[in-house]
């Protein structure tokens, strides 16, 4: 590719992809180690990449592949990843009663989150955080879009039952935090956010 140096694909998509390995990872340090390893790799691979790639897309799937490869080896899936972290929020002018159901909410949203299936749980978190479409989304998991549809579904499907009888916390408490920015050496614009949508969005149910 090299149709712009490689300092500018840093510089534009470092901070997203940190973000994203500290969502699925839980663990800055890991977050640390294994953003680092993805410019890496995408460093030695990019002259080979297409004048038409997404860049982002290529390296969310890069990204993705070191998460699943970390989880597998560390064989810690089910214990070491908590909470995707929820944003703090202004008292609810509704009173403590309504926050308190709130925070119940989110606790019981963040538990689900993380014990689901990892292609579910990388899927929920690519498409509903992030935004990728699901040809990228199937790219990143080794499947087709259909079945990046369907991991996004069933683990929508799963958190909607968890939280049955419970008031959905507002999507932007589980999609914004306040996550670290990441290591401050990396110069240029911040990543693209994610367009406003609701994260319980029922589109992807179609």
């Not at 089910?78 to 308190?100: F, K, L, N, Y």
């Not at 990228?136 to 998991?141: F, T, Y």
Request: proline fraction near 7%; charged fraction near 30%.
């Amino acid at each position: 590719m090299g149709a712009q140096p490689f300092e500018t694909i840093v510089g534009a998509h470092h901070g997203e992809i940190y973000r994203y390995l500290r969502r699925v990872t839980s663990r800055t340090a890991e977050a640390e180690d294994l953003s680092q390893e993805t410019f890496l790799r995408a460093y030695r691979a990019y002259r080979t990449l297409g004048p038409e790639a997404n860049v982002r897309a290529w390296l969310f799937a890069i990204a993705t592949n070191l998460s699943r490869n970390h989880f597998r080896s560390e064989k810690r899936r089910r214990v070491a990843h908590q909470a995707i972290s929820v944003e703090p929020r202004e008292a609810d002018p509704e009173g403590p009663e309504h926050e308190a159901r709130l925070g119940e909410a989110r606790t019981l949203l963040e538990t689900t989150v993380q014990a689901l299936p990892l292609k579910q749980r990388l899927a929920f978190i690519m498409r509903k955080i992030h935004d990728l479409d699901y040809e990228a989304i199937g790219r990143s998991l080794d499947c087709s879009a259909e079945s990046a549809r369907a991991h996004v579904f069933q683990a929508l499907r799963k958190i909607r039952l968890s939280l049955n009888g419970h008031e959905l916390p507002p999507a932007g408490g589980v999609e914004r935090r306040a996550s670290p920015a990441g290591p401050t050496n990396v110069a240029g614009p911040g990543p693209r956010p994610p367009r406003a949508h609701s994260a319980w969005s029922d589109r992807d149910e179609a």
